[in-house]
């Protein structure tokens, strides 16, 4: 049997292994035994499990496989922030960026290879777009950033929090990353709670509708833009879904949940784009009444950017402005810049099908 027609198993949430196994006839519960060889123990070669039957062991190395990419960088930043470049099969590579504090290590995955959404100040949207990420592509990069940790092994550093934060809008690949979310939070799986798993949106209505029925993790969105005129220039999406919409769902998605924790809104600050006070006045009356919390992101730059990041002052300024209004607002700290691992900066090496670069290409032209 080719390669092309295995079932890779980091496809496959618990439910969906449970449904495989069963249609070959094994037993229900041989899923939980398999998934904690391969996210607790991180154990890879079949005939290692050895609570399973010889028979099943067998079985699983003639239909089952457990693709990887191949890791084609791994770089570590003065800050002690480490970017991996992944390659997958079809030649595009995406990136993946962990990030070491004090009391957590946060994991900043990617779930398309580029992005079509356009959004001027990403790099990633200047790269372009090729195609979504399989579940099982999403997943491994939490294995893989695990094992090149050394996680768990002699207690050095943890992924304690996932953040779906890196190339690509999660919630137009909906079919593959809930699925994924699924494996991260399993107890089976990589166990985490469904506080420290983080899906960042662009704003994609109605997937974030539909959300709410199959999932509670946390939900970020990409702001930037406290009204409809700003943010249909600088997130082109808007002009689909506007800031009504988009807050209208966000309001459901965290009520659907009376213990979520509410939205945390990202908002990038662009010197003389969405930085001034009279900015500051209009989030806050936009974001009144929806629980969550404001985390202002410094522009970071990239090659070919037009942007420049707010002043210290400015930035000190909004931030004050927002207090006083009643929000939390935090200040991202900038890491990983020195290996363009920052918010943003992400690119990998995307093969471009979308003619993306026309829409930014007409933004530059317009602003310049």
Not at 205 to 228: F, R, W
Request: hydrophobic fraction near 35%; proline fraction near 4%; include cysteine.
């Amino acid at each position: 049997m080719s390669e092309q027609k295995l079932q890779n198993l980091f496809d496959l949430n618990r439910t969906q292994l449970t449904q495989w196994l069963v249609s070959l006839g094994e037993k229900p519960f041989h899923a939980k035994q398999i998934m904690k060889w391969l996210y607790h123990e991180r154990v890879c070669d079949f005939d290692a499990m050895t609570n399973l039957s010889k028979t099943l062991r067998a079985h699983l190395k003639e239909i089952a496989t457990l693709s990887f990419p191949e890791v084609i960088t791994d770089k570590t930043a003065s800050d002690g922030t480490r970017k991996w470049v992944f390659r997958y099969h079809c030649g595009n590579s995406i990136e993946t960026v962990y990030i070491p504090e004090t009391d957590r290590g946060t994991l900043c995955i990617s779930s398309q290879a580029g992005c079509a959404l356009a959004c001027p100040f990403c790099s990633t949207a200047h790269a372009g777009f090729n195609r979504n990420l399989t579940t099982g592509e999403i997943v491994v990069q939490v294995w893989l950033a695990k094992k090149l940790l050394g996680c768990g092994d002699n207690g050095k550093r943890k992924v304690t929090n996932v953040v779906l934060m890196g190339m690509g809008e999660p919630l137009v690949n909906f079919n593959a990353v809930i699925p994924a979310t699924d494996i991260m939070m399993d107890d089976f799986g990589f166990g985490l709670s469904k506080r420290r798993v983080t899906l960042s949106t662009s704003g994609i209505v109605p997937a974030i509708e539909k959300l709410k029925e199959v999932t509670d993790l946390s939900l970020a969105v990409s702001l930037h833009a406290p009204n409809d005129e700003l943010r249909n220039q600088i997130v082109p999406i808007n002009q689909r879904y506007g800031l009504q919409a988009l807050l209208k769902a966000c309001h459901e998605y965290v009520s659907h949940n009376a213990q979520h924790g509410g939205v945390t809104w990202e908002y990038v600050m662009l010197k003389g784009v969405n930085d001034s006070l009279e900015h500051a006045h209009q989030l806050a009356d936009l974001l009144r009444g929806i629980p969550g919390k404001i985390n202002l992101i410094p522009f970071n730059p990239f090659p070919g950017s037009q942007f420049e990041c707010s002043s210290k002052n400015a930035i000190s300024a909004f931030q004050r402005y927002l207090s006083d209004s009643g929000y939390v607002v935090t200040v991202r700290k900038t890491r990983g810049e020195n290996i363009d691992a920052a918010c943003g900066q992400l690119v990998g090496q995307v093969n471009d099908r979308s003619k993306r670069y026309k829409k930014l290409n007409r933004y530059e032209v317009e602003h310049s």
